[in-house]
């Protein structure tokens, strides 16, 4: 089984944005199980989601204002480059390459057909 944190093309990560994080909190944990771990962050709280004790996304209320949406995340191997490689094939940034201490670097970028996906390597833990 490969690690889809280190995998390159591999979807490694879904988080909720929306405004009412408790009130999905309570949704998801009653209907599919997830266990939740608030993380500090720097502007606000993060919950983290966990299957079986293992983190699989995530609940914030920051990048909320257009209404709740589910993000994935792709594992890349380089963000910076991989930024580069998405807008010459006619895509856009609407997040650059930004560091996330004890996590990665990641951005946002929305393809020629108006989807947008997250970027991201992961910071290797030894």
Avoid: C
């Amino acid at each position: 089984m490969s690690d889809a944190f280190q995998t390159h093309g591999a979807f490694s990560w879904a988080e909720l944005r929306t405004k009412d994080v408790a009130k999905a909190k309570a949704f998801y944990t009653d209907v599919i199980g997830w266990e939740t771990e608030e993380m500090p962050m720097p502007d606000g709280a993060y919950t983290v989601v966990k299957a079986n004790g293992a983190p699989i996304g995530g609940l914030t209320s920051h990048g909320a204002d257009g209404g709740p949406a589910w993000a994935t995340y792709v594992t890349v191997d380089n963000v910076d480059d991989r930024v580069a490689k998405a807008t010459a094939a006619g895509g856009s940034v609407i997040v650059p390459p930004t560091d996330i201490p004890g996590v990665g670097r990641m951005a946002m970028v929305v393809d020629p057909v108006g989807a947008p996906i997250n970027l991201i390597t992961y910071e290797r833990k030894e």
